[in-house]
């Protein structure tokens, strides 16, 4: 692979990415020029908002809504690329029959131990010392299960991204539909900095060039084995199962993290209502991470962000708290716009916050 080369010509043809990824089955749809996120939705779909689900551009044959658009079908492959032969690959994994196991390498602060595998406690004797990233903390859930490291698994296609991280492809022979989550997320989540990407979500095709690089097959398989079964049962256990509300009680921990728990309990009786809220709105934010553009996603953030100003000022948890917690979502679905949401979270925590949203106790 010509890694090294930062032209988009010359690379694996573009065209037979898309064909070659259709004949696994896998359904496709066209990336932006250079970019890891879909074109965009022509002019009448963005005039007028509607779900996928009701978009008449798919029965003509268009590519409106990402993901939503994927086809095998090789003649409508060939019409797309045509009109635009710089177009990428992605694959909708869920119809695909794929869950990728996508490990990021991004710098970051490293978050509270009870966030590194979410349901599993780690002890302070235990040293975490060089720790940085989505490699470690797959490999040591791997370790915690006595399973070998998935990244280091030649057996099943793996791609490296431009970012350094790694894209780890498995087919669901399962038959279980799991669904797509963000390591960073409060709410479901596999291990920090370790995406999930099933039904609902995408993933960029192995030799597609992006203006970042390209996306590099490792050496070994070159098609997806098998989800190991220790895999399949954590994404159980963490609420990745499809159809079903995420997440199932998972213990010992909650869905919310321990420290926006402690600043909960402020407000006594309606704990437990307020953590739901707290980590629904949270969830609304994070999910946008599987839908990079077209997801509403500032509407989401604007409208959590409101809300948990409303639990903020009646009470439930401190301000720094629920600024923290609305940038971690933020940052989990929209890495690059930091500035931008910073004051859109600024904003809504201000208007909601002249709306106290006193949560009684909850139900159940
Ligand atoms: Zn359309
Ligand atoms: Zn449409």
């Not at 890694?3 to 573009?14: F, M, Y």
């Not at 809504?65 to 045509?82: E, M, N, P, V």
């Not at 980590?279 to 999910?287: A, E, H, M, N, R």
């Not at 839908?291 to 959590?304: I, S, V």
Request: hydrophobic residues 35%.
């Amino acid at each position: 692979m010509a890694v090294g080369s930062d032209r988009t010509e010359r690379q694996p043809d573009a065209l037979a990415v898309a064909r070659w990824c259709a004949a696994q089955g896998w359904p496709v749809h066209p990336l932006a020029p250079g970019r890891k996120t879909p074109p965009a939705n022509c002019q009448p779909c963005q005039d007028s908002p509607h779900s996928p689900s009701e978009c008449p551009c798919h029965r003509v044959g268009r590519w409106c809504h990402g993901f939503h658009a994927a086809t095998t079908d090789q003649d409508l492959i060939g019409a797309w690329w045509r009109v635009n032969p710089g177009f990428g690959t992605g694959v909708a994994c869920g119809p695909a029959g794929l869950v990728v196991i996508d490990v990021d390498s991004h710098p970051a602060d490293v978050p509270a131990r009870d966030r590194l595998l979410p349901g599993i406690p780690i002890h302070d004797g235990v040293d975490l010392d060089g720790l940085e990233n989505g490699y470690h903390t797959l490999a040591l859930l791997a370790a915690l299960r006595k399973a070998p490291d998935p990244s280091q698994d030649s057996g099943t296609l793996r791609v490296r991204t431009p970012s350094g991280g790694l894209h780890l492809w498995y087919r669901d022979d399962t038959h279980h539909r799991f669904t797509c989550s963000t390591g960073s997320s409060t709410g479901r989540a596999l291990a920090w900095q370790v995406d999930v990407r099933a039904h609902g979500g995408y993933i960029v095709a192995p030799s597609t060039v992006t203006t970042g690089g390209t996306y590099t097959p490792l050496p070994g398989a070159t098609t997806p084995a098998p989800l190991p079964r220790w895999l399949a049962e954590e994404l159980i256990r963490t609420g990745h199962l499809k159809d079903r509300p995420s997440p199932q009680p998972r213990t010992p921990q909650p869905a919310v993290p321990d420290r926006a728990r402690q600043a909960v309990v402020a407000a006594g009786g309606g704990k437990r209502g307020a953590e739901k809220v707290l980590d629904t709105v949270l969830q609304d934010v994070t999910d946008c991470a599987t839908t990079p553009e077209g997801a509403g996603f500032t509407g989401k953030l604007n409208r959590a962000a409101y809300t948990v100003g409303g639990l903020v000022s009646a009470g439930h948890l401190t301000h720094a708290a629920a600024e923290r917690l609305l940038a971690d979502a933020a940052r989990a679905a929209r890495p690059s716009q930091d500035r931008q949401s910073s004051a859109v979270i600024r904003s809504g925590l201000a208007a909601g916050a002249r709306q106290p949203l006193h949560v009684g106790k909850a139900r159940g």
